[in-house]
Structure formats: structure tokens, C-alpha cells
């Protein structure tokens, strides 16, 4: 079965602090796909990055960047030099790779995050 | 281009009431997912189609249905609805059913049961 855990409900910090959101994963598969979502107060989810299970090279895009370790079966996500914008509730999904079985998407719990200026 | 649009924007039914929700995909993307998104909580897969076909289930009771058109556009049905069903109904759509391509949400429908 599959599973994404969030271990942290809720961070706080001050705008311009570095930030770093959590996701720890379970799966049989060995090919898989992991996903960061973010989801402001307007509710949509809007997709922000997309990792296969083959390619643990790092991210960096902007201010974000994401740290893949297999061995720890860890994909975190950290915003550098935070702003009030990035106040929202982050996901980190798991979606196998299988055709067959579709593309559904398993969540963690989220993450809130609140930037305070 | 226009993203993935949902109706209605909010919804107030009564217990035991049917509710229809409907999704529009982005242009070219043939699969559309729906997911159930408790207050607190992160979203639940319940159906995704390809090409008018059920490609996948989550773990829901037969009130809940979906079907997708030629058009890929699609519809979500909870019949005898109950105060539990009240969340935020999200529509997704890809191109292909693969994990390797992401899913795209739209606004989401509001659904409140009293």
C-alpha cells in the first residue's frame, strides 16, 4: 500500500527565514512519481514539481528547491528567504507508475504554512 | 488556455438529497480524476476516467458514481447524500493516465450537507 506522511501539521516564521516541509513515503513500487502541491486559501492545488523514482538529482527552481533521497524514501521541499505569498497548505503526493492502475494521486496530510511579515 | 473549470462553485443540499457536479478539462487532456477533500485533511482519490473508461476507484460507497463524455468533460453523482459528504470535490485532469504525467486541479466545488 502506499502512503505519504506529513509529519508537520503546522510551521511558522517570519518572512525571509528559510523554511523546509517534510514528506516521508511508502510504496512496493520501485517506479513511482512524487508531486508537491500547493494550495492557497482561494482552495486550488496548483502544481509545482514532479519527481520519477529514477532521478534523485536535486531542484532548484526560484526559491524552491527539493531534496529526493531514496535511502530515506524523503522528498522535502524548502523555500528560501520566505515571503507572505507562500502562506498556504502544501501537499506532497506519490503516484505509481503502472498505465494500468491510472495516475491517482495518494496525499499526505498537508502542511500549513504561515509566512508572518 | 483555459485550466480545469468545475460547476458549481458551492452547493447546499439536504441530507438523503442526489447532487451532480460537473468538470471540464483542459484542452487535449483525456483523463479526468475526482477527489474528496475533507476540512483539515488532504484530498481523497474517488474515481479517475481515460477515454470514457473507469481507470481507477478509491474507496467510496456505490453512492458515488462518475462518468466522463466524448468530449472528456465529466460528472461526479453522490446520491442519498449525508452530512459526511460535505467537503471540497476537486477535478483533475492529465493527459495520459501514467504517473508520469501530473494532474492539473480545478477550483473545486464546495459542497455543504445540512
Known amino acids: 500500500a502506499q502512503k505519504v506522511t506529513q509529519a508537520q501539521t503546522e510551521i511558522s516564521v517570519v518572512e525571509k527565514e528559510d523554511v523546509t516541509l517534510d514528506c516521508v513515503y511508502e510504496t512496493r513500487d520501485t517506479t513511482y512519481y512524487l508531486f508537491w502541491y500547493k494550495q492557497p486559501p482561494s482552495g486550488e492545488l496548483v502544481f509545482l514539481i514532479r519527481r520519477n523514482s529514477f532521478d534523485e538529482q536535486n531542484e532548484i527552481s526560484g526559491r524552491y528547491s527539493w531534496n529526493f533521497q531514496k535511502s530515506t524514501s524523503s522528498f522535502n521541499f524548502t523555500i528560501t528567504a520566505s515571503q507572505v505569498v507562500d502562506s498556504a497548505v502544501y501537499f506532497c503526493a506519490l503516484s505509481e507508475a503502472r498505465r494500468e492502475y491510472g495516475n491517482k494521486l495518494v496525499f499526505g496530510a498537508g502542511t500549513i504554512l504561515r509566512v508572518k511579515s | 488556455d483555459a485550466g480545469v473549470t468545475q460547476s458549481p462553485t458551492h452547493l447546499i443540499k439536504t441530507r438523503g438529497q442526489h447532487v451532480t457536479l460537473r468538470c471540464s478539462p483542459i484542452?487535449?487532456?483525456?483523463?479526468v480524476s475526482w477527489y474528496q477533500q475533507v476540512l483539515g485533511q488532504g484530498p481523497q482519490f474517488i474515481f479517475q476516467?481515460?477515454?470514457?473508461?473507469?481507470?481507477g476507484r478509491g474507496n467510496f460507497p456505490d453512492r458515488f458514481s462518475a462518468r466522463q463524455f466524448p468530449n472528456y468533460s465529466s460528472e461526479l453523482n453522490v446520491n442519498a447524500l449525508l452530512l459526511g459528504d460535505s467537503a471540497l470535490y476537486l477535478c483533475?485532469?492529465?493527459?495520459?493516465?501514467?504517473?508520469?504525467?501530473?494532474?492539473?486541479f480545478g477550483p473545486g466545488t464546495r459542497l455543504t450537507v445540512t
Open positions: 483533475a485532469s492529465s493527459l495520459e493516465v501514467s504517473g508520469a504525467y501530473e494532474q492539473y
Open positions: 484542452s487535449g487532456h483525456k483523463s
Open positions: 476516467y481515460y477515454e470514457k473508461e473507469e481507470r
